[in-house]
């Protein structure tokens, strides 16, 4: 291993050790720190790391700023061990990002999806029976797929149906109930992954056809290409999770799904709101809200609510 590569994995410890999960950035910057050593770099330069973090093509300009913010962060390390690596300055990119519209998924449109991810073939059968069980899963609790991947055999109480989320964004862990109907399916699920993966080559709960703990990237790369079976996408859009409908959508759609019912069945939703949060590991109560902003049913139903609620109080 070479130095830089010491480093990073010191810098990934220590990040870590202050009580960042730290999953995905040490997944980038390893690709970056790969960058340097083909280019036979021995420093950091901003040169590179701006070469590598608009090396994406066909996404938004906040990629490309988040990923130069993930280098600019172990270049200011590794500049302390020797002032020869140049930190990027600020503003180069804006990692500024507007979240995009979510989309909501349909009962036939899921429907559709769980259809395609039931024909997927595999040489064990694996491959469908994980991504069935993935998409179901996801639509269910509104888990963000990262969490989802990263749910270990333990983390799944398939007698009481009780998910645990650990150490997810921001840091936060929670408990997820899940519907009887959810705890059957997982519990099927189990069953079956342990008659095709006799061997356990992962304490993941959901694998791969190897056995092996689902990949992030293949498992979006694998969505793109069903919703196009599905026609959720055309053939021609690009592959990028930031075209088209996304996983992280199932998770919109759940939440959306709830906010509706709760507001056409009359419920004081400001009420409810906190409870929803804290299922979906908000760590605040307004990106709950950003729910009710972002899509145009929700806001006529809070509106006609407002409007029953408080009669002659609005313009």
């Keep these: 291993m070479t130095a830089i590569y010491e480093s ?9 050790a202050l009580g960042a999960s730290f999953y995905e950035p ?8 790969d960058l340097l050593e083909r280019e036979g770099a021995e420093f950091i ?3 590179l790391a701006l070469r590598w973090a608009m090396t994406p093509e066909l996404v938004e300009r906040a990629t490309w700023g988040r990923r130069l913010s993930q280098v600019r962060g172990f270049a200011r390390w590794m500049n302390v061990i020797d002032s020869r690596n140049q930190i990027p300055p600020a503003g180069l990119l804006s990692a500024r990002r507007r979240r995009n519209a979510p989309h909501i998924y349909t009962e036939q449109e899921i429907d559709r999806l769980m259809t395609r991810a039931a024909q997927l073939r595999s040489r064990t059968g694996m491959r469908a029976l994980t991504y069935s069980t993935l998409i179901g899963l996801l639509v269910a609790t509104g888990l963000r797929p990262g969490e989802a991947f990263r749910l270990d055999r333990s983390d799944v ?53 190897r056995g092996k703990r689902l990949k992030a990237g293949t498992v979006r790369s694998m969505f793109v290409r069903m919703s196009r079976a599905v026609g959720l996408r055309s053939a021609t859009e690009d592959g990028c999770d930031g075209y088209g409908p996304r996983l992280q959508d199932f998770r919109h759609s759940f939440a959306t799904g709830r906010l509706v019912e709760w507001y056409r069945a009359g419920l004081d ?13 908000h760590v ?5 809200y950003w729910y009710i902003e972002a899509v145009p049913e929700l806001l006529e139903l809070a509106a006609a609510y407002l409007d029953k609620d408080c009669p002659g109080e609005r313009p």
């Design 26 to 33: 040490a997944l980038a910057l390893g690709h970056f720190v």
């Design 45 to 47: 330069t901003t040169d």
């Design 157 to 209: 109480d398939l007698v009481s149906g009780i998910l645990s989320i650990r150490e997810s964004k921001f840091g936060k862990s929670r408990f997820v109930p899940v519907a009887e109907s959810s705890r059957v399916a997982l519990e099927h699920y189990a069953r079956k992954r342990d008659q095709l993966c006799p061997v356990r080559l992962s304490e993941a709960f959901l694998v791969s056809e």
């Design 284 to 288: 605040n109560i307004g990106l709950t």
């Design 8 to 16: 990073l994995a010191q810098y990934v410890a220590v990040r870590r």
């Design 269 to 281: 939703v400001s009420r409810e709101l906190p409870k929803l949060a804290a299922y979906l590991g």
